[in-house]
C-alpha cells in the first residue's frame, strides 16, 4: 500500500478541528466528508491510543447490523475516505486500524488538553472554541452517542478549570478586565458556578 508522502517526501499534515462542528484538512485542504460514519471512524481512530480492532470499529458504527455486513460496510467506508483524501489516511491491517503511521496529526482536543496540563492556559481557553462535534450526531449508534457525550463532558469539565485558574490569575496580577471576560464565559460554561457569579460581582 501506498504511504502518505507529499512529492519531496516530506510528511503530510493531517488536522482535526473536533472543538465545534468537526473539520478535516490534509495540508491545510478543507476535506469533505460527505459520510457522517466516515467523519465518526476518523474521529474515533484520532482519539483511540493506538490501533483499533476492525470489530469494533465495525460494531460501533453498525450496531444493529450482522458481522459479514458491517465489515463490508466498514470496507466500504475505508474506501470513501481514501478517495476523498487522496492518500491512504488509514493504515489498515487485516484486524485493525489506525491512522497511517507517517502521517503528522494534529487533534484540538489533544492540543487543548495539553495546554490544560503545561500552560499557557489563555491557549487552552483559547482553542476550546465550541462543545466537542458540535452539531454532529449518530442516533442510530448509542455507544458512539455515549462515548461522545463522556468526551464532551471532560473536555467541558477541563475548560471550566481552566478559566477558574485564569481568573485567579488574573485578578492576583491585577488584570480585572482580562479576569472579567474568562468569568463572563465561565458564568455562562457553568451557571451553577458560585466562584464565576462572585468574580463578577
Known amino acids: 500500500s501506498t504511504s502518505p508522502l507529499g512529492a ?3 510528511m503530510e499534515r493531517l488536522q482535526f478541528r473536533l472543538l465545534g462542528f468537526p473539520e478535516f484538512r490534509l ?7 460527505a459520510l457522517r460514519k466516515a467523519a465518526a471512524l476518523l474521529i474515533y481512530l484520532a482519539e483511540a491510543n493506538g490501533p483499533v480492532a476492525r470489530e469494533v470499529a465495525a460494531t460501533l458504527l453498525w450496531p444493529e447490523t450482522d ?6 460496510r466498514l470496507r466500504r ?3 470513501k475516505i481514501r478517495i476523498a483524501f487522496g492518500s491512504e489516511v488509514i493504515a ?8 497511517h503511521p507517517a502521517l503528522s496529526v494534529e487533534v484540538d482536543s489533544r492540543v487543548f488538553e495539553h495546554a490544560c496540563d503545561v500552560g499557557p492556559l489563555e491557549e487552552a481557553a483559547d482553542i476550546h472554541k465550541g462543545d466537542y462535534l458540535a452539531g454532529f450526531s449518530l442516533p442510530d449508534c448509542l455507544e458512539f452517542e455515549e462515548w461522545v457525550f463522556f468526551r464532551r463532558e471532560a473536555l467541558r469539565g ?3 478549570q481552566a478559566l477558574e485558574r485564569l481568573v485567579e ?13 474568562h468569568a463572563t464565559r465561565l458564568a ?4 451553577l458556578s458560585e466562584s464565576a457569579h462572585r468574580h463578577l460581582i
Open 67 to 72: 458481522e459479514d455486513a458491517a465489515r463490508a
Open 8 to 10: 519531496y517526501g516530506s
Open 158 to 160: 477541563r475548560l471550566v
Open 77 to 79: 467506508t475505508l474506501y
Open 27 to 33: 495540508n491545510g485542504r478543507r476535506v469533505e466528508l
Open 92 to 99: 489498515a491491517s487485516g484486524t485493525s486500524l489506525s491512522l
Open 188 to 191: 455562562a460554561l457553568d451557571p
Open 169 to 181: 490569575a488574573k485578578i492576583a496580577g491585577g488584570e480585572p478586565r482580562s479576569a472579567v471576560v
